[in-house]
């Protein structure tokens, strides 16, 4: 019997290893006295070509061509699309003028056209200034510079600031390079005038002292302070309150610090109820406690796991069978913990201890 495949292809078709480019019927290997046969179309290849003539580019089935060319795209049912494009470079024809302040043009051709109009002046259009600042403080590459309040009266000239107007926080200021009766487009400047702060910080540090930390800090004012605050976090930044001081204070001893990592900062609460919290943090490094277990080897029944830098948060034998035999997931004193292991055989057994730093496998033999 006949095992007959029928194709219909473009151009050519291989079958079996053998490539076709030809219709017709072609017989291949028998095997258990089936042949496999091949009854094959073979539909000759067409292309659908599209001309175009573009003045610098043009764009055809998603693509911008600017050279001359031609192009292939997709194909399907055996025809395939191409573009024969010609792309004409363009050209200008310029008109050359000048013009004091204006120029009215309508023609069809490129305009060279040059106004006498003062430059734009130049100058950082978000400027930091101190508390009083005026608008002369404000520095731009032009000193004949006139400032308004709005881009309307930049524009037309009118209500025109005075230099000496004191900069208000936030606010955007427009001004114009003026020559004679011509003046320039606006420069836009938006002014920063950071509050001053009820407490100035000179320094704040922090360092280990016997089993705690001290912190010393120095201000250069304190205006208007009712009450200082402060702050402690461990290593999730996380801050809150240690202790409320008096606005002089200048040191504390933490006499309980956190396990780990301890990180400082102050705020401070003017006499108004407003907070302002300082950027400054100081930072005491914790010691690198390791995880300890006793006795090991356990003839007691009675294992005492310590705490390292974090609290324990779960505790796991396991055998060496890869069975977990006790497992303590919640654990009621974080920092020292009694695992009872008198229901164990005698043998050697996995400690899984996990904190919040992690992992850790310690090995314990039970006698």
Known sequence: TDNV????????????????????IYTGATANCITQKLNLTIIPATDNVTTQTACTSYTWN????????????????????????????????????????????NGTTKLNLTIGNPATPTGDASQIFTTGATLADIVTNSTIIAWYATPTDAATNTNQL?????????????????????SSSALAVTA???????????????????????????????????TITLERSGADKNFSALVTLPPNATIFIDVEPLAGDNYYRLSST??????????????????????SIYPNPVTNGMLNVVAGNEAIKSITVINLNGVKVI??????????????????????????IKDAQGTTIKKVVVH
């Open 327 to 352: 497992t303590l997931p919640t654990v009621s004193n974080p920092k020292t913990v009694v695992v009872n292991t008198s229901s164990l055989i005698r043998g050697v057994y996995l400690l899984e």
């Open 62 to 105: 998603g693509t911008t061509y600017t050279a001359s060319g031609i192009y292939t795209g997709a194909t399907a049912n055996c025809v395939t699309q191409k573009l024969n494009l010609t792309i004409i470079p363009a050209t200008d024809n310029v008109t050359t003028q000048t013009a004091c302040t204006s120029y009215t043009w």
């Open 162 to 182: 005075a230099f000496n107007t004191v900069l208000i926080d936030a606010t955007t200021y427009y001004g114009v390079n003026v020559i004679g009766t011509c």
């Open 5 to 24: 495949t029928t194709q219909t292809a473009c151009s050519s078709y291989t079958w079996n290893g053998t490539t076709y480019t030809a219709s017709g």
């Open 270 to 291: 003017d006499n108004n109820g407003a907070k302002n919290t300082y950027k400054k943090i100081a930072m005491v490094k914790g010691l690198n406690k390791q995880i």
């Open 192 to 226: 920063s005038v950071p509050p001053v702060l009820p407490l100035t910080l000179t320094s704040f540090t922090a360092k280990a002292v016997g089993t705690g930390n001290q912190i010393n800090w120095t201000s250069a004012s304190i205006i208007n302070v009712k």
